[in-house]
């Protein structure tokens, strides 16, 4: 089993940053990628981007070089700039280990003036 936990949502202008975590535990040595999704409301969940357990990072066409993924051990950071209403959504984060997904409970990220 593995257990992940987001943080770092919140309140940011239009233009501002935030840096989101993802801390992975459990049976973590089997992890081959950790990926970020989203959910706006009344919208399906759309991946963002995914970073591989050898740190080969990949990502969605939306971000445009916005957003950047990397990875500490056990914890994953989603680094967002230049942030747009438009990036207003429950961020997620994802786990894949041996064909299984194990995913987070969400954390919310409103981009607003």
């Known amino acids: 089993q593995v257990q992940v936990v987001e943080s770092g949502g919140g309140l940011v202008q239009p233009g501002g940053s935030l840096r989101l975590s993802c801390a992975a535990s459990?049976?973590?040595?089997?992890?081959?990628?950790i990926s970020w999704y989203r959910q706006a409301p009344g919208k399906q969940r759309e991946l963002v981007a995914t970073?591989?357990?050898?740190?080969i990072p990949n990502y969605a066409d939306f971000v445009q070089g916005r957003f950047t993924i990397s990875k500490v051990q056990n914890t994953v950071y989603l680094q967002m700039n230049s942030l747009k209403p438009e990036d207003t959504a429950v961020y997620y984060c994802?786990?894949?280990?041996?064909?299984?997904?194990?995913w987070g409970q969400g954390t919310q990220v409103i981009v607003s003036s």
């Open positions: 994802k786990a894949l280990r041996l064909g299984s997904d194990y």
């Open positions: 459990g049976s973590i040595f089997s992890i081959s990628a």
């Open positions: 970073i591989t357990s050898g740190g």
